[in-house]
Structure formats: structure tokens, C-alpha cells
């Protein structure tokens, strides 16, 4: 019988992992400079991990970097640009030994208007297909047996992604755009993606769980979605989490002993939940999974033709030591 969690949704990331030891485990966290995704790294790093902090620019993961102590490492990755994502990678992968987690938090959410890139809607771009490379390409440096990937979801897979799931005919977004559905549908493509990599990593014992972090300040996830947002926002801040209890749950994928072995899951509140019914479609999830690679394959084809000749550069930068700080950033990005 599995044992209980003792976790929910007012808990906190470092609560999740009080009393957890990680020193010398290496954990990777994109959008590490705010919100939900600083808090992430703040606690694993409290602990003693050694956390790889992504951001979109150098200076913004540096400054996260060096607000959490000496034993973290800032790695610029703009998930708008697969060569950021590329040089990232590869920078990781440089650095000496396996990796223990990847939390992959950074994301948009329901642009008010259409934007694409590489001929891809940008959320879903950015929430899924820059993540699907980023991760793809860093999972054989994944410790077998004990290792995790964590997929950072959103209810908006369940609430707002259309009925098939995955409009594949539209992924450019020009036959028609809404922000909430295609929010949705990138939120459900990264669950999608969760699930169908964790059957293809489960003979090497590496766990893969997606999670929905709760409606939390600072993540910006509610911008454009009121018509009142000054007075809708204040009053819906008293219900929301604090970054730190948003941080909550994919602390506890990427670290507690207590979800050791559980994989393939749909997690909410530090608690496994039930998930959009389009998760347990393998067919669905090959589909995805093929169509990711032809879009990676066909960015990364443009991509090496405009870097031809060129030297790369990677973004490396050890933090100095420095005592942590605790704090909990209150504005979006990542």
C-alpha cells in the first residue's frame, strides 16, 4: 500500500523537503528568476543542492543564481530561440556528472493576440516544444534508477484545452486563435509529453510526472483575463498560493523520497489527481511525440543553416558564494 503524503495545497516547497539532504544532487530549473520557479531553486539549494538555473537572459539568471548561495550554476535559455535552447543544453551537458531532476518550469500564458514563431503559436512554442528539445536532449544525462524529469502543467489542460486535445491542423494558430484554448492545448501537450516520456524512460527507472501548481501570485498566469483587472486581481489574490506554496509540488516530484518510483502521473496540491481523460490516449501521445520531433528537426534545420560558419558561445556562469537569501519574487517572466 502506498504510503500517504502528508502534503497539500497550503503547503510550501521548503516544508516538502524539511529534513531532505541533497548535497551533491544536480537539479535543473528553468524560469528559476521568479515566482514559482525561484522558490524552486531556493529550496532545493537550502538543502544542498546544486541547482543549473535557466532564464531567458544571462544577467537574470545570474542575479537568481546568486541570491540562492554558492552552489548554483546560471545558464542563459530563451525558449523563443532554439538556438538559446540548443547552447543551453549543451552547456548543461558539459557540466561534470549526471543530472538527479529537471523541473521544467518556465512558461506563457494566453497572449492576447496571435504570435508565432519558426511558423508555431508562441505558447505553445514556448510551453511545450522548446521544452520537449530542451529536455529530449538532456534525459540520457539523467541518473537511471533514481533520476526525474517534472513537467510543470496546468489545470488549464483540463478546463480550456480543446476536445481533440492537440489541434495538429492549426499550430500556427491561422485558421483560428483564442489565448485561453491555446493555453490549454500547450498545458496539455506538456502532460502529454509527461506521460509518454515516462513509458519510454521507465526500463532506465527514471520517473516523469507532470503537476498543476495551483493558482499562485506572481505568475501572471491571470493578466489578460479580466475585463476589471486591478479590482478583479486584489480580490483574487486572497485566494491565490504564495509562490513558495506553488512551489510546493514539483519540489516534491523533483526531491522527496516519499514519491520515489511513482511516474506517469498528474499530480495537484503535492497529491496525485485526475488529469485531462486525454492522458491515457497512447496513441494521442506517439502522435504528439512524433509531431514534436519533425517540428524540432525542421527548427533546427533553419537554425543550422543561419549558424553556419558561426563560433558558439555557452553561458556558463558559476555564482560566487554568497549566504542565501530568502525571498519570493512577485513578477512574471522566465
Known amino acids: 500500500m502506498a504510503r500517504p503524503i502528508h502534503y497539500g495545497a497550503r503547503s510550501t516547497a521548503d516544508q516538502v523537503l524539511a529534513g531532505i539532504d541533497l548535497t551533491r544532487r544536480r537539479i535543473v530549473v528553468t524560469g528559476c528568476n521568479s515566482g514559482i520557479g525561484f522558490e524552486t531553486m531556493n529550496a532545493l539549494a537550502a538543502n544542498g543542492a546544486h541547482v543549473i538555473g535557466l532564464a531567458r537572459t544571462r544577467d537574470s539568471a545570474q542575479a537568481a543564481c546568486e541570491s540562492v548561495g554558492p552552489w548554483a550554476t546560471a545558464i ?175 519540489a516534491l516530484l523533483a526531491a522527496s523520497p516519499q514519491v520515489a518510483g511513482i511516474t506517469g502521473e498528474y499530480w495537484s496540491d503535492c497529491q496525485i489527481a485526475r488529469g485531462n481523460s486525454l492522458l491515457a490516449d497512447e496513441g494521442l501521445g506517439r502522435r504528439l511525440w512524433e509531431t514534436s520531433e519533425e517540428i524540432v528537426s525542421s527548427i533546427g534545420a533553419v537554425g543550422s543553416k543561419a549558424r553556419m560558419g558561426a563560433v558558439q558561445e555557452y553561458a556558463i556562469i558559476d555564482s560566487p558564494p554568497l549566504r542565501p537569501i530568502r525571498r519570493a519574487a512577485d513578477f512574471v517572466g522566465f
Not at 532554439?82 to 551537458?93: D, K, M, N, Q, T
Not at 513509458?199 to 516523469?208: C, D, E, M, Q
Request: glycine residues 8%; contains cysteine; aromatic residues 6%.
Open 76 to 250: 542563459a535559455c530563451d525558449l523563443m530561440d532554439f538556438e538559446s535552447v540548443e547552447e543551453a543544453a549543451e552547456s548543461i551537458l558539459r557540466l561534470p556528472g549526471p543530472l538527479d531532476a529537471i523541473i521544467t518550469n518556465a512558461g506563457i500564458a494566453n497572449l492576447p493576440t496571435l504570435q508565432t514563431r519558426y511558423g508555431i503559436e508562441l505558447q505553445f512554442l514556448v510551453n511545450h516544444i522548446a521544452h520537449f528539445a530542451l529536455v529530449n536532449r538532456l534525459a540520457g544525462a539523467v541518473r537511471s534508477d533514481t533520476g526525474r524529469i517534472v513537467i510543470v502543467s496546468s489545470d488549464a489542460s483540463i478546463k480550456q484545452a480543446p476536445a481533440e486535445g492537440v489541434m495538429f491542423d492549426n499550430l500556427d494558430g491561422q485558421r483560428f486563435y483564442d489565448p485561453f484554448i491555446f493555453h490549454g492545448q500547450a498545458k496539455l501537450a506538456s502532460a502529454i509529453y509527461a506521460k509518454e516520456l515516462s513509458r519510454r524512460l521507465v526500463a532506465r527507472g527514471v520517473s516523469v510526472n507532470s503537476l498543476h501548481p495551483g493558482p499562485t501570485r506572481g505568475t501572471g498566469i491571470d493578466k489578460y483575463r479580466v475585463s476589471n483587472p486591478r479590482l478583479s486581481h486584489r480580490i483574487a489574490r486572497l485566494f491565490m498560493k504564495s509562490p513558495a506554496q506553488g512551489a510546493a509540488t514539483q
